[in-house]
Nanobody, 125 residues
Framework: QVQLVESGGGSVQAGGSLRLSCGVSGYTYGHYCMGWFRQVPGKEREGVAAIYTGADSTYYADSVKGRFTISQDKAKNMLYLQMTSLKPEDTAMYYC??????????????????WGQGTQVTVSS
């Protein structure tokens, strides 16, 4: 059974940084796509970033390019999202998600079969 567990959320002032972590267990495919999504109550879920574990290929939403970096540690089965220059509009619940085998249509959350429980990020102005 695939399990994803996020951590690292919190409160920070605008311009600050946070690093989110996601522990992955139980995934039986050799390579897969891992993504970070965020959602604010009353708004649609937004794909933030994704990485294909087989080649470290990365993908970003325009709203976070140049500020967020997605990465993985294969040895530790960990996924990370380094967030810098945070803005109040980055405030949301952040989720990690997994799907196989590639990152095609990664911004479509419905394509991802496995989800973590989420971690809250709050950016104050």
């Amino acid at each position: 059974q695939v399990q994803l567990v996020e951590s690292g959320g919190g409160s920070v002032q605008a311009g600050g940084s946070l690093r989110l972590s996601c522990g992955v267990s139980g995934y039986t495919y050799g390579h897969y796509c891992m993504g970070w999504f965020r959602q604010v109550p009353g708004k649609e879920r937004e794909g933030v970033a994704a990485i294909y574990t087989g080649a470290d290929s990365t993908y970003y939403a325009d709203s976070v390019k140049g500020r967020f970096t997605i990465s993985q540690d294969k040895a530790k089965n960990m996924l990370y999202l380094q967030m810098t220059s945070l803005k109040p509009e980055d405030t949301a619940m952040y989720y990690c998600a997994a799907k196989g085998p590639y990152c095609n249509e990664w911004q479509l959350g419905r394509a991802f079969a496995y989800w973590g429980q989420g971690t809250q990020v709050t950016v104050s102005s």
